[in-house]
């Protein structure tokens, strides 16, 4: 079976928008996976089909409504009762590539993409959603972020990428960033190759690579680097400490 995407949204014309070329463009075609957008506006009752409306308590902004989007996460679990539902905001938790590629290898997602201020908080109490952010941005809604969040897993579908370690020696696929890539020429504007991806010698190629990718690891995300050596160096104050080697 594919992999099946739901995307509850209220721009369903936004999918698969840039998913419809490349690679996940191709695998689309090919049935690799379906992209099935939900307009979440249906499940509104009244005539001007609303689904919004003022924040409790007061405050700028509009929030979704929790009984429109229960009617629509259970038409979406009624359509696919095996895929798991997915809160795309900034409130949830930080995505990783390791969540990415169990719900590659797994049956699809769906996805309900929040617009306006947010979600009515009791929905989330009221059904089984996983509350997922991609980052520490805020958007102007869910849809870009259901755009990211898809393409990471489809890149990791069967048959898609070319290659099939393609999908294994990238960034945090081991919990470090990826080593420096070079090509051709061999000197660009007085800037050589490194000489060991020169040589052909392949056990040393593989060590420089591995320590490139723990040195840029180190210094550009000391935060994965704490992970990956499985060590907490946080002062109190919240500042961190020289890691010792």
Do not use: N
């Not at 949830?92 to 306006?116: M, N, V, W």
């Not at 393609?166 to 960033?177: H, Q, R």
């Amino acid at each position: 079976m594919s992999f099946a995407a739901q995307i509850l949204t209220l721009y369903p014309e936004m999918f698969p928008g840039p998913l419809g070329v490349s690679l996940a463009g191709r695998a689309l075609a090919d049935g690799r996976w379906s992209c099935a957008p939900i307009q979440m506006r249906d499940f509104a009752t009244d005539k001007h089909r609303t689904v919004d409306d003022t924040p409790a308590g007061g405050g700028a902004g509009m929030v979704l409504r929790a009984d429109i989007l229960a009617r629509a996460v259970d038409h979406a679990l009624e359509q696919r009762p095996d895929l798991p539902v997915i809160a795309m905001t900034p409130r949830g938790a930080p995505i990783t590539q390791a969540r990415i590629r169990a719900l590659a290898d797994g049956p699809g997602a769906t996805i309900l993409c929040g617009r306006f201020e947010g979600f009515d908080e009791r929905i989330f109490d009221a059904r089984p959603i996983e509350q997922v952010s991609m980052g520490d941005i805020i958007l102007s809604g869910g849809e870009m972020g259901a755009l990211m969040l898809l393409d990471a897993c489809v890149r990791l579908l069967p048959g898609v990428m070319g290659a099939a370690s393609s999908g294994v020696e990238e960034s945090f696929e081991t919990g470090l960033l990826e080593y420096p890539h070079y090509t051709r020429p061999v000197e660009w504007e007085g800037r050589t190759i490194p000489q060991v991806l020169r040589s052909g010698d392949h056990a040393k190629i593989a060590a420089w690579r591995k320590q490139q990718a723990e040195v840029d690891t180190r210094s550009r995300r000391p935060d994965l680097w704490e992970r990956h050596i499985g060590v907490r160096v946080q002062s109190p104050s919240g500042a961190q400490r020289d890691l010792k080697d």
